[in-house]
């Protein structure tokens, strides 16, 4: 699944007539880089999320006749869901019969996709979460049993899950997700709401959450405009 609902407010002016997931960088749409890498990966079944200019995606997407695989259209047509609130709304959609990735539509990445579903699926976790070391304001805590918190340093507000075992590590995430689908057994949480929550409750319930960390690899998201040109940077050394 690809998430592509969001506004990207902080993109303004520029997503004001035209969808983030639309955004060329290296003359390739973002969904289309997120799309062809996912495939390349293995997924033979595409879940997009839409609202913002939701007309413009679908087109683009019948445009390229769906990058080849199936591709399912999860429109939310009254609001924008969120993270979680977008996963619960897709839910339909999954044919449950093996783990799948959530991909955010704004980050570009050449860290290896294949090797973190064949860990994921290794270890057996309700979800493996792409990190890496690098600064930033928010942040997952990790232990040796793997999620128990989440911290924010422009608020200074840390959600403890549960108690640590062992010493605790703050990991940025990168926003690339593998799910187990029995995540959806689990999902109480129903509407707008992030995943966040919903990994915080599930952590504090017994679940394994484990990290992959990516720190070796190039990675950067597009939400700001001055994070354009070092993405084209980026993307310069990548296939499309």
Not at 61 to 71: K, N, P, S, T, Y
Not at 160 to 167: D, N
Request: a neutral charge.
């Amino acid at each position: 699944m690809i998430l592509a609902a969001g506004f990207g407010t902080r993109l303004r002016p520029i997503t004001d007539n035209i969808p983030k997931a639309l955004i060329p960088i290296g003359g390739t749409p973002m969904v289309e880089r997120v799309a062809r890498r996912l495939i390349a990966a293995g997924a033979t079944r595409l879940i997009i999320n839409t609202h913002h200019h939701a007309s413009q995606i679908e087109a683009f997407l019948r445009e390229r006749d769906g990058f080849g695989v199936q591709v399912s259209i999860s429109h939310e047509s009254e609001e924008v869901l969120e993270t979680g609130g977008g996963l619960w709304y897709a839910a339909p959609f999954f044919q449950r019969d093996s783990p799948f990735f959530l991909h955010t539509v704004d980050v570009i990445s050449d860290c290896d996709l294949q090797s973190i579903y064949a860990v994921h699926q290794q270890q057996q976790p309700i979800a493996t979460l792409a990190v890496s070391n690098r600064k930033s304001s928010r942040y997952f805590l990790f232990d040796d049993d793997g999620l128990c918190g989440h911290g924010n340093d422009a608020t200074g507000v840390v959600r403890q899950a549960r108690r640590a075992v062992g010493p605790q590590r703050k990991m940025s995430f990168c926003g690339i997700h593998v799910i187990s689908p029995r995540i959806f057994e689990l999902m109480t949480e129903r509407g707008k709401f992030s995943i966040v929550d919903l990994y915080l409750r599930l952590a504090a319930n017994g679940e394994r959450l484990l990290p992959h960390d990516i720190s070796g690899s190039q990675w950067i998201d597009i939400g700001k405009p001055e994070q354009l040109r070092q993405a084209e940077a980026i993307a310069a050394t990548l296939a499309p």
